[in-house]
């Protein structure tokens, strides 16, 4: 079994090939080519065919290929998807223009509204046809003027529109109107992306399932071209592999189905990592794991919890601004990375990112222009980073330039020593991450104490061992490969589809025909996900279904997850999941209420199929303590309490199973240091990965 | 003396009191059950010293921000200093105690930190009934006892021991206690919260340290608004307006004068020349809302978080600049016992009137006039088992055209900033339906070269008798263009009934209104002014306008000089550059 992750950052293509079976050498490569951000598929392929270069493996041999992009998710930040035509209720035309009217900044006149500024579906292609479905049986109280539909049909195909959505008002109801209003679209228009609003996420809220409808639309078309190119360079290079695609729930789907539902693609990239890590925990035995994915600009951060991805509640899956009704891994993202760029605002206040100075300029170290200071200035100037291992020396950076920088900067105006401002810039950063680490944490019921921090990216174990003392966590990992942590995240992940459809009903107190109604309602999600699985070839036995339902307390506006017993509803099911539910509400809020009732909103069914894990070979027996031989050189390096001390440098790729380090150490690989500082100890786990605690 | 908390440790506190306000708001609105806390986010939430300033505030809606510390004075009057005790919780909402208005309940708990009282966590939220004379809101009332229950510095908990015989008695006061006493659990959690990440803080960062650093937040903040207030030019500077009517004594409408006077670093906000106070709860608090109103438009003008990079602290800093004058016994200053619950709609033009005012010498700040209003729909009924349903609707409206882009369409503007209710979400729950929720194209938004923004058109019909209050203002005095541009349109609000055959337009505010099945109210938001002069206006955008309907091809042609030809294309219409300019320079003539 051959198979190969490749992972498309802006500035990178992470690959990673893994030869595993009976009889072969397991043999694990990695490697990484430049991106290419006009057609990413050049860079993929480009980036296997170098991997199996340099594992002598035959590009045909491939079994399978996991990939995971950005594209969908920067054809939404450029505005650059497709021109779509909306058929919607009449009396409703502007749901996608008036948003939730609230504005994204209280203490601004001059703000901009980007859905109305840059809207997915232009006004002029926004037609109302006549219809009415009403709550809350589903009655049809108008009938669908079909005549309507056909005249907005045929102006669409006279524009030239590329997709063309319906979405009508209470379709999760009942949606036989947008289910005809498609037939006659897609008489007229053979050939554009048609969808409707209940196909694409069949919930409740208007303005959602049409938004999300409208992104599915935009990107869908070059999605789709973007997916079949990559099959067709792929064929073209004789690689004739399955494809499968990361998804923001953290599962994998078909070309097929991200063809038709792209919107699941948008955290295609970022998830990667998440799963990563949740695998690398996994080696390391430790099932919490807050994870950190630290870039040049921004930071991603995630919490597992009992080897359990967590996903964020659909009332706050966005992108760019814009809502996406779609399970999506929680990952929250704030803009600090290392080239966020250290400054004084005119109030004199010391300033640490969101600005970046990105790849150019870059750095003050890098000497391409850049003279302010940055995250990555202030770890050459405390030797944290050495210049001549900076990107496995890939990369020629000048030290004195990052002290100047700092110098003129930073450390004068406040009238610091440059090693204190560095150290102030770390400190700044480092808070910035932990504030974002406990309100994905602390703020949501979970105990950092009971976790382990791990950093990657390439910067990231710089940072693990400050930002789990801020956080107060528990231990520290630094995973094997941190660089590629997201590309070995692709090959560790299972086959994932998702189902929804809003049915409410107050669970203590229904009746047995309205249970009989969300049941008939579950077997419809158990069947479209079976009918997609059997397009897969998924044996029978092979499938897992999860059954959640989403609830809140009558009354209440936003819904929690509430895990439901296998097999129909019923009263003793439903009391089940009251119970789960005021569990989650104790955890999310601190309180929860027995004298409340419970009303289930939305029915979810998650589809899973398992796939092969990749497996790392084991390290030889080490054992050794602070290993001379593993040791590069020695030199200075300034910890966070202000010591400067003459720290070895040891080479990862000369260390073995159960070695221990004592700090203060740096641990130095291609693209990567991890930094142990006094009062820590580092120890090598089996794979490889980098355990550091407390001594 | 305290030493001087570095500028390390400074941003590290910020953040983290930055970080505690977000999460108390958080938690408040996402545990409600109202969908006018949260969908609307009708709150505020913060962490307050004890003299009472303003460490930090969650970023909800604008108009509680700032109204806390009201509130905090307003209670010292019942529970003194030295009368707090750890595990108190107060209850508050009395206009003439400093609360913003008497359904925004402030729930206050006290934080100790080593056997000492350091300060306070507290919100506010909007509650839907707290038992007034009509369900909901109120317009048409005699004085603030009318507005329902006052509850004055009252303690809902003594030292961690719930005071039942309150509670109850909130509980039997209110139309729709299911919904009212969930929001105040809610606000129980956000506050208690608020007391542990407090005391957390200081435990991390030492006492001193904390309460040092959060002087030095303040002076920052304030020093970055003085920065900005010594830009602008001393002098007086004065705008004008009226008000349609008290909510009574129809056709009497009521003046509105604004004078601004900068002076240094430093601005003063004069009403003086607006209306004495009204007979009706048409009056503003002064504490808890014509302060609030002021300290927003210069935070908002500018220290705008849109074009200002740095993220500046929301506190007490903000506020210092800012001196408020209002006579005593005028509309922005009332005399007790006069009602003030109906006050949203006068500080929106307060805020409007200070832009225009210093919009000559702010010319890339400010807007033109914005519809600086607030539509609040209070419908209710009583359902079959005898129990009350009381919905309350925040209609958004537009803005003024700015001086690098247009007013925004159908939007939250200035002091409000809700979310709006998903149509689904009401249908499955209330005997009422919506027929429409588009944007306003009876009338065009004001022209210029930034056009103002679009208003809304928003139809629900009552499928079962009942009651509606609305408040508002402003289907008289449109928005006013500004720099050669036109002004934009007032509201109007209709009334139909298909069944009957009736249709009637109603004054912008109205309380107590019995409704019949089948009943329509339509609300048409006003419409923002335009921003410079019309045939500056790219033609390229007013084909844009015309194509996608907010403008007719008649009102390109008059308005803005841009003249159309007919194609076939799908669209049907393109632009004549060449009739375009001929007609722009005869125009301009």
Redesign the interface.
């Known amino acids: 079994m051959i198979r190969v992750g490749v992972d498309v950052g802006g500035t990178f293509t992470d690959i990673v090939i893994e030869r595993s079976g009976e009889g072969v050498d397991r043999q694990v490569v990695v490697t990484k080519v430049a991106s290419t951000p006009h057609d990413q598929s050049e860079g993929v392929v480009e980036g296997i065919l170098k991997v199996c270069g340099l594992a002598g493996i035959e590009p045909g041999d491939i079994d399978a290929v996991f990939h995971g992009t950005t594209v969908a998710t920067n054809m939404v930040i450029e505005r650059d998807g497709a021109e779509v035509g909306m058929i919607t209720t009449r009396?409703?035309?502007?749901?996608l223009?008036?948003a939730?009217?609230?504005?994204p900044?209280?203490?601004?006149?001059?703000?901009?509204?980007p859905w109305?500024?840059k809207p997915l579906v232009?006004?002029?292609n926004r037609l109302p046809v006549t219809e009415r479905i009403?709550?809350?049986t589903g009655e049809i109280a108008v009938p669908l003027d079909e005549d309507e539909v056909k005249q907005a049909a045929e102006?669409f195909a006279?524009?030239?529109v590329d997709a063309v959505i319906i979405a009508f008002?209470?379709s999760?109801l009942n949606n036989a109107h947008e289910r005809r209003a498609k037939e006659i679209v897609r008489s007229i228009l053979p050939g554009a992306f048609v969808s409707c609003s209940s196909d694409v996420v069949n919930t409740?809220?208007?303005?959602?399932r049409f938004s999300s409808t409208a992104m599915n639309a935009y990107i869908g078309p070059k999605v789709s071209a973007y997916l079949r190119s990559l099959e067709g360079r792929l064929r073209a290079n004789g690689i004739d592999a399955l494809v499968r695609i990361m998804q923001s729930n953290g599962g994998i789907s078909t070309i097929e189905n991200s063809c038709e539902f792209p919107i699941g693609l948008l955290l295609s990239g970022p998830a990667g990592g998440v799963i990563g890590g949740r695998w690398t925990g996994q080696n390391c035995g430790k099932g919490n794991v807050i994870t950190i994915d630290i870039g040049g600009t921004s930071a991603d951060i995630s919490v597992i919890e009992n080897g359990q991805l967590r996903i964020k509640n659909s009332r706050d899956t966005e992108v760019a601004a814009l809502p996406v009704l779609v399970p999506m891994i929680d990952i929250d993202a704030i803009g600090a990375g290392g080239g966020s760029v250290a400054y004084l605002?005119?109030?004199?206040?010391?300033?640490?990112g969101p600005?970046s100075a990105g790849a150019v300029p870059g750095p003050a170290c890098y000497g391409k222009g850049g003279d302010e200071p940055t995250v990555t200035d202030a770890q050459v100037v405390l030797g944290r980073m050495d210049p001549e291992h900076f990107l496995g020396g890939d990369l020629t950076i000048d030290g004195s330039l990052s002290e100047k920088a700092i110098r003129e900067h930073i450390a004068e105006p406040?009238k610091l020593s440059v090693d204190e401002a560095a150290l102030?810039i770390l400190?700044?950063i480092n808070?910035?991450m932990a504030?974002a680490i406990?309100?994905n944490s602390v703020?949501k019921g979970i105990d950092p104490r009971n976790f382990t921090l791990m950093g990657f990216g390439g910067a990231g174990p710089l940072h693990s061992v400050s930002l789990a003392e801020a956080i107060f966590a528990k231990d520290v990992i630094s995973p094997v490969h941190p660089g590629i942590t997201a590309a070995t995240g692709l090959l560790v992940t299972d086959l994932q589809y998702e189902y929804t459809h809003s049915t409410?009903l107050v669970l203590d107190k229904a009746t047995d025909a309205e249970f009989k109604k969300a049941n008939d309602a579950l077997d419809e999600l158990i069947a479209r996900a079976n009918l997609q699985l059997d397009a897969d070839g998924i044996s029978r036995t092979n499938r897992r279904f999860q059954q959640i339902a989403e609830c809140r307390?009558?009354?209440?506006?936003?819904e929690l997850r509430a895990d439901m017993p296998e097999g129909h509803l019923g009263t003793r099911s439903a009391a089940t999941i009251i119970d789960n539910f005021y569990n989650a509400h104790k955890q999310?809020?601190?309180?929860a209420?027995r004298d409340?009732s419970c009303e289930m909103i939305t029915l979810r069914v998650v589809a899973t199929v398992e796939v092969d894990t990749l497996k790392l070979p084991k390290l030889g027996k080490g054992g050794r303590t602070n290993p001379d031989e593993a040791v590069l050189y020695r030199r200075r390096t300034v910890f966070d309490d202000g010591q400067a001390l003459e720290t070895p440098r040891y080479r990862r790729d000369m260390l073995l199973a159960d070695d221990r380090l004592a700090g203060p150490a740096l641990i130095i690989q291609h693209n990567s240091t991890t930094i142990v500082p006094p009062g820590y100890v580092a120890t090598v786990m089996d794979y490889g990965d980098i355990l550091i605690r407390r001594t | 003396m305290t030493k001087q908390v570095d500028p390390i440790s400074l941003q590290v506190i910020g953040g983290a009191l930055h970080s505690i306000a977000e999460q108390m708001g958080n938690v408040l609105y996402r545990m409600s059950y109202s969908s006018i806390i949260r969908e609307s986010q009708d709150l505020g939430a913060g962490l307050f010293d004890r003299d009472y300033n303003t460490l930090c505030e969650s970023d909800s809606t604008p108009m509680h921000i700032g109204s806390l510390p009201g509130y905090l004075r307003g209670i010292e009057k019942t529970v003194p200093l030295d009368a707090w005790k750890p595990g108190d919780c107060v209850i508050h909402n009395h206009p003439y105690y400093g609360a913003s208005h008497s359904p925004d309940i402030g729930i206050i708990m006290p934080v100790f930190f080593e056997g000492e009282l350091v300060g306070f966590s507290a919100n506010t939220a909007h509650h839907v009934d707290i038992g007034a004379a009509t369900p909901g809101l109120v317009i048409d009332i005699p004085d603030v006892f009318a507005e329902g229950m006052l509850l004055n510095g009252l303690k809902l908990f003594n030292e961690g021991v719930r005071n039942e015989a309150l509670w109850k008695y909130i509980r039997d006061n209110t139309r729709v206690p299911s919904l009212v006493m969930g929001d105040l659990e809610a606000q129980l959690a956000s506050a208690e919260l608020g007391v542990q990440r407090f005391i957390q803080l200081m435990q991390t960062y030492g006492k001193d340290t904390v309460l040092q650093a959060t002087k030095q937040l303040m002076d920052y903040t304030e020093a970055m608004l003085r920065r900005e207030i010594a830009k602008i030019p001393d002098g007086d500077y004065v705008a004008e307006g009226f008000l349609d009517d008290d909510g009574r004594n129809r056709g009497v409408t009521l003046p509105l004068k604004v004078t601004v006077r900068v002076r240094g670093d430093g601005v003063e906000v004069d009403t003086t020349g607006s209306s004495p106070q009204v007979p009706t709860a048409f009056n503003v608090p002064f504490d808890g809302s014509t302060k609030v109103a002021c300290f927003f438009a210069f935070r908002a003008l500018l220290l705008d978080t849109y074009t200002h990079a740095e993220y500046i602290p929301q506190n007490e800093g903000s506020f210092r600049p800012v001196k408020v004058t209002s006579p005593l016994g005028s509309i922005f200053n009332p005399i007790s016992p006069a009602a003030a619950e109906a006050r949203f709609s006068q500080i929106q033009r307060l805020v409007d009137l200070i832009i225009k005012a210093l919009a000559p010498v702010l010319p890339d700040k400010c807007t033109a006039g914005n519809a600086a209003v607030l539509s609040f729909a209070a419908y209710s009924g009583i359902r079959p088992s005898g129990d009350y349903w009381v919905f309350l609707e925040v209609n958004e409206a537009a803005m003024g055209g700015r001086p690098f882009s247009d007013g925004p369409d159908t939007v939250e503007e200035l002091m409000r900033n809700t979310r709006n209710n998903p149509l689904e979400d009401l249908g499955m729950h209330l005997p009422l339906i919506c027929d429409r929720y588009e944007v306003r194209d009876d009338v065009p938004p004001g022209a210029g070269k930034f056009r103002g923004g679009a208003g809304v058109v928003k139809s629900q019909r009552y499928l079962t008798p009942g009651f509606m209050t609305h408040e508002s203002d402003r289907n008289e005095d449109a928005p006013w263009g500004i720099f050669g541009g036109k002004p934009g349109h007032g509201s109007k609000v209709e009334l139909r009934n298909d069944a009957a055959g009736t249709v009637s337009y109603q004054p912008a505010k109205f309380s107590g209104l019995r409704t019949n099945v089948g009943d329509v109210i339509t609300y048409y938001s006003p419409v923002g002014g335009g921003y410079g002069d019309p045939l500056e206006r790219e033609p390229r955008k007013v084909l844009d306008d015309v194509l996608d309907g907010f403008i007719t091809v008649d009102h390109a042609r008059d308005d803005y000089g841009v003249v159309l030809g007919e194609v076939d294309d799908g669209y049907g219409w393109a632009l004549d550059d060449k009739a375009t300019q001929t007609l722009r320079a005869e125009m301009a003539r």
Not at chain 1, 100 to 103: F, G, L, P
Not at chain 1, 105 to 113: A, E, G, R, T, V
Not at chain 1, 345 to 352: E, K, L
């Open positions: 009396g409703f035309r502007d749901v223009h008036m939730r009217h609230k504005r900044h209280n203490f601004s006149l001059q703000f901009d509204l109305q500024s232009r006004r002029r009403m709550p809350p102006l006279k524009r030239g008002l209470f999760f409740i809220r208007e303005y959602e605002d005119p109030g004199g206040a010391f300033r640490v600005r406040l102030g400190k700044i808070n910035s504030l406990n309100a703020a409410l307390y009558v009354g209440q506006g936003f999310v809020y601190g309180h209420f409340q």
